[in-house]
Every structure is written in C-alpha cells, then in structure tokens.
C-alpha cells in the first residue's frame, strides 16, 4: 500500500507559519499530509484518502515507551486553519479521544500479518488487527486522554501515548454511552502487557 507524506508547517489564523516555542527552544511542529491507496476484495483499487492533520502534539515524551503514560503530560496545537471556536464547549468534558499517526514508524518495519506482541514469545503470536502494535499498516492510533484544560487553539492533556511531533488527525470528546456495551472478554496475555501501561 503506497504512502504519501508532505510536510506542512502549522500556520495561524492569518496563514502565516507559527514557530512555537516549547521548553525554551524555537521549535517546528510540522504535521503531515497522508494520503493512501487501498483494495476493493475484488481487486479493484479503491479511491486515494487524503487526510491532513488537525493539529500536532507538543511535549510530552519525544521518544516511543512501552509503559508508565499515565502521568505524562503534553498539548495538542490545532493548525491555524481553526479558530479557538472549533474547541469550544470541549472543556464540559473530561477526557478527549484522540487520533493520531505513528508518525516515527518505518514503512519497511509495518507488519501485515502475525507477530508476538512487542516481541515476547511468551505471548502468542497473533495478527496486527489483534493487536495495538505501532508497526501497523495506516500507522493509525486512538487514544483516551484526560483533558486538563483549553487555552485557544491548544489542548492540555495526560495520559496520551503519542510522542512530540505526532501528527493528530481527528479529536472528540469521550462520551461514555458511545463506550462498549455488554461484557467486555479479552484474553489472558493482554492483560500482562497492559499491566504497567498506565502507571
């Protein structure tokens, strides 16, 4: 499956490119341009999707860790082609979905089809759509975050398992009707390797 990354700087409200500044350091927070092709079951391609970013994360961790998100802080800068208007009323809510790319994977390393999760034989080897592995194709993540605050075009959250840099591509607010219904059956294994995700 071909991708297409293009960079893009983030630009306020007037069209201008913003220079953010984070822990004292002039940095860039580009996002990205993703656009890719996919596959009818017949074998007929299906039209490209393109989809650019929302905004970006800003902080938080720069590199990818297994474990211990929880306490993590960062912020998500929406790009300057929303105003302050497009978070407004977000603030009612106390924990944010969030969308985003594994934007430091590799395309040689994307995995299509079984694997042991994070590489431990202990556990069984099972197919990338039973799993939350970063090495997957789209390279897409959604995480539930809690929503410290709302300042203009910039979210404070904790607790979300992106990096500095990541590329975000969609936000809503979590509204627990929209959550699982019934019981909930995960296998044994999963529950290992979640056990230190958070904290």
Known sequence: ?????????????????????????????PPWRLATAAV??????????????????????VTPEDDEWEAVEATIVLDGRFGADALSGLDAFSHIDVVYVFHRVDEASIVTGA????????????????????????????????LLGVERRTLRVAGLDAIDGSPVLDIKPHVTEMGPRGDIVEPPWIRELMEHYWK
Request: charge should be positive; glycine fraction near 10%.
């Open 115 to 146: 694997r042991h999760p994070r590489g431990n034989s202990a556990w069984p080897s099972v197919g990338i759509f039973a799993q939350r592995a970063k090495a997957r194709p789209n390279r897409l993540a959604i995480s539930t975050c809690r």
């Open 40 to 61: 009818e079951p017949s074998g007929d391609a299906l039209q490209a999707i393109t989809l650019e970013p929302v905004g970006v994360v800003a902080g938080g961790r």
């Open 1 to 29: 499956m071909p991708w297409l990354w293009r960079e893009a700087r983030l630009r306020d409200p007037d069209g201008h490119h913003v220079c953010l500044y984070h822990a004292g350091v002039n940095r860039r927070f």
